[in-house]
């Protein structure tokens, strides 16, 4: 497969007001190929949603690079990414913050054609209009008539707009229904597919996780712990974490488990060695000490653990 996107040793550090940093994301490789859903997953605040915007430009990276189609776009001024942004585009989660209440849907969607210098505006809105499943009638009204799954829509045909190779989805379902959740998974699904866009998809849903993507990143306290393909990493975790994640939804076969023990580390002061070990119930004297490495422990398949569960 031909590689899109890939991060090389990325972090996102900020510099707090008393002088401490919070380290948001921590030395993050990964690779996005053309065409293909990488989903992003772990708990609230592990850092999937800064190392999402990271990787497209939305904030500079502390440290590493990124490089989109073998050229490096990290460090580039903003004049000079200006030429990448078109390629790379984001689904915001609150659909209703993303939208100028002062402008209406027809406005609002030709602004990029018209900013990129782009031509035959009024055919691409009704073209991408018709493939998010609104019509026309829109064009004149304001976001606050719409819905939150209908702004969810306009905001998904928004980010189309200058045919981007990449969408960064971030958590595009987790402030609506269930029902309409799964209208907009099934959207997403189905546009990535006739469209070949490669998707970032960040969310916390493994259900959803399992629709989408092809394969799956889960990250814990900045840093992913273990990656591969969606299915296998589903069905047979190799990291206690993921695992953990696997265990805490709901089934109708079976109770809940324990739940984790403890809270999750601050990310201003991580624990030394591996960060989950506070937390994990198989952990041993070594996960004190030494951090593990991301490292293959199948083909596809990498793990930051030193006692993996393959």
Same mark, same amino acid.
């Given at each position: 497969?031909?590689?899109?996107?890939?991060?090389?040793?990325?972090?996102?550090?900020?510099?707090?007001?008393?002088?401490?940093?919070?380290?948001?994301?921590?030395?993050?490789?990964?690779?996005?190929?053309?065409?293909?859903?990488?989903?992003?997953?772990?708990?609230?605040?592990?850092?999937?949603?800064?190392?999402?915007?990271?990787?497209?430009?939305?904030?500079?990276?502390?440290?590493?690079?990124?490089?989109?189609?073998?050229?490096?776009?990290?460090?580039?001024?903003?004049?000079?990414?200006?030429?990448?942004?078109?390629?790379?585009?984001?689904?915001?989660?609150?659909?209703?913050?993303?939208?100028?209440?002062?402008?209406?849907?027809?406005?609002?969607?030709?602004?990029?054609?018209?900013?990129?210098?782009?031509?035959?505006?009024?055919?691409?809105?009704?073209?991408?209009?018709?493939?998010?499943?609104?019509?026309?009638?829109?064009?004149?009204?304001?976001?606050?008539?719409?819905?939150?799954?209908?702004?969810?829509?306009?905001?998904?045909?928004?980010?189309?707009?200058?045919?981007?190779?990449?969408?960064? !989805?971030?958590?595009? *379902?987790? =402030? $609506?229904?269930?029902? #309409?959740?799964?209208?907009?998974?099934? &959207?997403?699904?189905? +546009?990535?597919?006739?469209?070949?866009?490669?998707?970032?998809?960040?969310?916390?849903?493994?259900?959803?996780?399992?629709?989408?993507?092809?394969?799956?990143?889960?990250?814990?306290?900045?840093?992913?712990?273990?990656?591969?393909?969606?299915?296998?990493?589903?069905?047979?975790? !190799?990291?206690?974490? *993921?695992? =953990? $994640?696997?265990?805490? #939804?709901?089934?109708?076969?079976?109770? &809940?488990?324990?739940? +984790?023990?403890?809270?999750?580390?601050?990310?201003?002061?991580?624990?030394?060695?591996?960060?989950?070990?506070?937390?994990?119930?198989?952990?041993?004297?070594?996960?004190?000490?030494?951090?593990?490495?991301?490292?293959?422990?199948?083909?596809?398949?990498?793990?930051?653990?030193?006692?993996?569960?393959?």
């Amino acid at each position: 497969m031909t590689v899109l996107l890939e991060a090389k040793n990325l972090s996102k550090h900020y510099r707090l007001s008393h002088g401490e940093t919070l380290r948001a994301v921590s030395d993050v490789s990964l690779v996005v190929h053309r065409g293909e859903a990488l989903a992003l997953v772990g708990e609230s605040g592990c850092g999937k949603s800064t190392l999402g915007r990271t990787l497209i430009g939305l904030g500079a990276p502390s440290s590493g690079e990124v490089f989109f189609e073998g050229e490096r776009i990290s460090g580039l001024s903003d004049r000079a990414l200006r030429r990448w942004r078109p390629r790379m585009q984001m689904v915001f989660q609150d659909s209703s913050s993303t939208f100028n209440p002062r402008r209406t849907i027809g406005e609002t969607l030709a602004e990029p054609m018209r900013i990129h210098g782009r031509t035959g505006i009024a055919d691409r809105i009704a073209a991408l209009l018709e493939q998010v499943g609104l019509s026309s009638s829109v064009l004149s009204r304001y976001p606050h008539e719409f819905s939150g799954g209908q702004r969810q829509r306009l905001n998904i045909a928004r980010a189309l707009m200058l045919g981007p190779d990449l969408l960064v !989805a971030d958590e595009p *379902t987790s =402030a $609506l229904d269930v029902s #309409v959740q799964a209208q907009i998974v099934n &959207l997403l699904r189905d +546009l990535r597919n006739s469209l070949d866009v490669a998707c970032v998809f960040i969310s916390h849903d493994l259900a959803v996780v399992r629709q989408m993507a092809d394969r799956i990143a889960v990250m814990y306290l900045g840093r992913i712990v273990e990656e591969g393909d969606v299915l296998a990493v589903l069905e047979a975790p !190799a990291h206690p974490y *993921t695992r =953990a $994640l696997l265990d805490a #939804v709901p089934r109708p076969d079976r109770p &809940l488990p324990p739940p +984790l023990k403890g809270d999750v580390p601050s990310p201003v002061h991580p624990p030394q060695g591996c960060a989950f070990h506070t937390r994990c119930p198989l952990a041993q004297p070594r996960c004190a000490q030494e951090r593990p490495e991301l490292r293959q422990v199948a083909e596809g398949r990498r793990v930051a653990c030193h006692y993996p569960l393959l």
